[in-house]
């Protein structure tokens, strides 16, 4: 029997970038992957990326056990200092904008709400400040709380997933990875529907330069840019 309930699986990232944000507002419920394991070297969900008078710059999140075979979920951070020295740098290439009030205010909320010292606490926090400045009412739950990943196929685990949260509707990004690994086949057989994200990011103009727009940058640049018509920027060409 369909529900008509969508749902979207990716790994938490630090202040995603839009087209993260605009497939979880286009969703009923997202689902922090955070049962699979950190991925090895440089990955976004222990960095992100803004613009520092027109140069692109990366915030990266310290853990001195990157390349370990951990999940996600079990990541833990030896201190939280970086988070102040995080709000620096942002108040050094955003301090003088129109909406740096607003936007550091969100900042300092998605920061400092959660003392853990676990890296997926944290990060849920943040997407759960940013729907609510953002107007999202999505549901938010973490793969941990649903069903332990062991003994079967990625693809395999993704549908028992949606399974536990009643979905029928998966929406899947349009990158090579996700276009290759997903089995069509496995998911019609459980009587679930793939459609795949469309969305094209709308240019804004950055703070501080000429440039052209940088569209991998992440929420954090269109927050202080647009302040709160950042929530247009994720709803538009909404899927």
Known sequence: MSTNISAAIHQPHYFPWIPYINRLACV????????????MGKSKVLRTKYIDHGMERWLSIPFGKKGSLVPIKDVKLGDLMW???????????????LHARWAMDLVHDCLWSDKSYFLVDIEHD??????LALNIKTRLVRASE????????????????????????????RNTGSLKSIDESLFRSKGKKIIY????IPHYRHLNTTKEFTPTVSIL????????????HVYRAKT
């Open 146 to 173: 649903l069903i332990k990943y062991e003994k079967m196929s990625l693809q395999k685990y993704i549908v028992s997933l949606l399974d536990m949260v009643g979905a029928d509707t998966y929406l899947s990004g």
């Open 221 to 232: 640049d269109t927050l202080f840019t647009c302040g709160p018509a950042a929530r247009y």
């Open 126 to 131: 943040i997407l759960e400040k940013l729907c």
């Open 197 to 200: 994200q469309d969305y094209m």
């Open 83 to 97: 988070k102040k020295t995080h709000v620096d740098k942002l108040m050094n290439a955003y301090g003088k904008s």
């Open 28 to 39: 009923d419920i997202f689902i922090i992957f955070d049962t699979v394991q950190l991925p």
